[in-house]
């Protein structure tokens, strides 16, 4: 839901940088490790000391190219590496080197899919009521366009922490320094808080596929800058703030929506918003002028004269091309077609790579795409939430998952004889079959022993029988569950409900 009045709208551009999965560093042979002690992976190249040459790290251009291919974006055959100086305590050398007039990557486009506008307003104003409690929501795609992807070397970290440091003073790590990034600017085409956190989603999910970058935010390897402005809807763009190093998507929505709010009520009390770059406070809920914000001019960028220009042959960009797999999109929309997939559940499970590949085989497994669909997208995200780890982190394996819907569907075992075995099978792994016979969870399919069930329920139901044979189907529901509890839930519900409709009403 909006938090701007009806005629006042959000204008957002996201700048995300994101780590290169590289054993080495961009210009350097330093490798690139996490969790190193400090200063540990520094090589004098990334610190620029007097003699020393930059090397461009070859499996960093393949890399630009998969993700330029695979945001239909142009691969431009020759850029060039600049100089942007500036001085800050993590950058010895006084200046990062970057992509600016030429970068390797411009002009393409993602697309995300979001709830139409006013969806969310009509939902919460009740007009939305008639929706089937806990529908998965209405969406529609959105193109958001991507200005350019260049290639530039991270910097080093500050450390202010007295836990990490050791003492009140402020630390320097240069393990970061010199760390392959994309940098990658999206044209200002996102009108919410939920609209860019859409965005962040799809485009991590790309560079996961195609492994481009691990992406991991708590590592610091996919981190976000903000640019956000508010307008009258139809006026020209107002003045834009940029939020820096937003790390997680709850506080990317809530940054972005705390300056709007913030840009609002300046506005509306006659103030004007002043083109600075914000720092956020997620404890607080609010953002704060860090500095004013700076121009490309204030960073003299100059070609770097170390560096000749890169230029990439067009057999290299078709081989690249070539290799590329499967991408998010069009497996999203071969789910929907080859399994019969809602729009939602085969947006969920595509998701991640490996959440995709873990339903394709445990769909291959059981022969049950829908019943693996909804497995996965209930039971198995729920414990992946609860544990907060990967799929892979499970000794839940598809072929144990598959094996267990077929006992479902074989009519083997019933769906709450399958969900009492499904914890252990996430934490220990197993064989659903072998637990089931070892714990007499096999399901009755004995017509007689399920006759006998239902007998002794009708029997202790006459009022309840009486209701039926009137015409009410109801209470049916609660004589089934009367049956199921009988047999401690081993009847196959199917031939309890066929036994029970021919005892009562012949």
Same mark, same amino acid.
């Given at each position: ?88 305590? @993590? ?62 070397? @991270? ?107 913030? !840009? ?10 002043? !083109? ?27 070609? @770097? ?114 969900? !009492? ?33 239902? @007998? ?10 009486? !209701? ?39």
């Amino acid at each position: 839901m909006s938090i701007l009045p009806d005629d006042y709208e959000m204008v957002i551009g996201l700048e995300v940088h994101t780590h290169l999965k590289t054993e080495s560093k961009l210009f350097s042979p330093a490798p690139v490790r996490y969790g190193e002690a400090p200063n540990h992976s520094v090589h004098p190249i990334d610190l620029a000391l007097p003699g020393v040459l930059p090397v461009l790290n070859e499996r960093v251009v393949e890399l630009a190219i998969r993700l330029g291919l695979a945001i239909h974006a142009t691969v431009n055959e020759q850029s060039i590496f600049a100089r942007k100086n500036y001085f800050y305590p @993590d950058l010895p050398k006084g200046y990062q080197i970057s992509q600016f007039e030429e970068p390797v990557v411009s002009v393409g486009w993602l697309d995300i899919e979001v709830e139409p506008e006013g969806a969310a307003n009509a939902r919460a104003s009740g007009k939305g009521k008639g929706k089937k409690k806990g529908a998965a929501p209405e969406l529609a795609r959105k193109r958001i366009g991507i200005t350019r992807a260049h290639i530039e070397e @991270d910097a080093g970290k500050s450390i202010h922490d007295v836990a990490i440091a050791g003492s009140a003073d402020s630390c320097i790590d240069l393990n970061r320094a010199g760390v392959p990034l994309l940098e990658i600017v999206s044209e200002p085409d996102l009108r919410s808080p939920q609209e860019a956190s859409a965005y962040l989603r799809a485009l991590r999910s790309i560079l996961r596929y195609i492994g481009v970058s691990d992406a991991d935010m708590e590592k610091g390897q996919f981190r976000c800058d903000a640019n956000v402005s508010i307008r009258e809807k139809g006026a020209e763009f107002g003045t834009r703030t940029e939020i820096k190093n937003l790390n997680s998507f709850t506080h990317v929505e809530d940054a972005i929506e705390a300056e709007a709010i913030r !840009q609002l009520e300046l506005t509306l009390d006659g103030g004007e918003v002043v !083109q600075a770059t914000m720092g956020y406070d997620p404890e607080r809920r609010r953002t704060h002028v860090q500095r004013l914000k700076e121009n490309s001019d204030d960073y003299r960028y100059f070609p @770097d004269p170390d560096l000749i220009p890169l230029r990439i042959d067009p057999a290299k960009i078709e081989a690249v091309r070539e290799a590329l797999p499967e991408l998010p999109e069009e497996k999203r929309e071969r789910f929907e077609a080859e399994y019969a997939l809602s729009a939602y559940d085969a947006g969920v499970l595509t998701a991640s790579r490996t959440l995709a590949d873990f339903f394709e085989e445990t769909a291959k497994g059981c022969g049950a795409p829908k019943a693996a669909a909804n497995w996965i997208t209930r039971d198995v995200l729920r414990e992946l939430k609860e544990r907060e780890c990967e799929i892979e982190d499970l000794a839940l394996s598809p072929a144990i998952l598959g094996k267990l819907i077929a006992l479902v569907e074989e009519g083997r075992l019933t769906q709450k004889s399958a969900a !009492q075995l499904f914890p252990d099978l996430v934490a220990d792994g197993g064989d659903p079959e072998a637990m089931m016979v070892e714990r007499g969870l096999e399901a009755v399919s004995d017509a007689g022993a399920i006759e006998g069930f239902v @007998d002794e329920v009708i029997a202790a139901n006459p009022d309840v029988v009486q !209701q039926v044979r009137d015409g009410d189907d109801k209470p049916l529901n609660f004589l089934m569950g009367q049956v199921m509890k009988a047999s401690q839930g081993k009847a196959e519900p199917g031939q309890v409900r066929k036994a029970l409709a021919e005892k009562i009403r012949g």
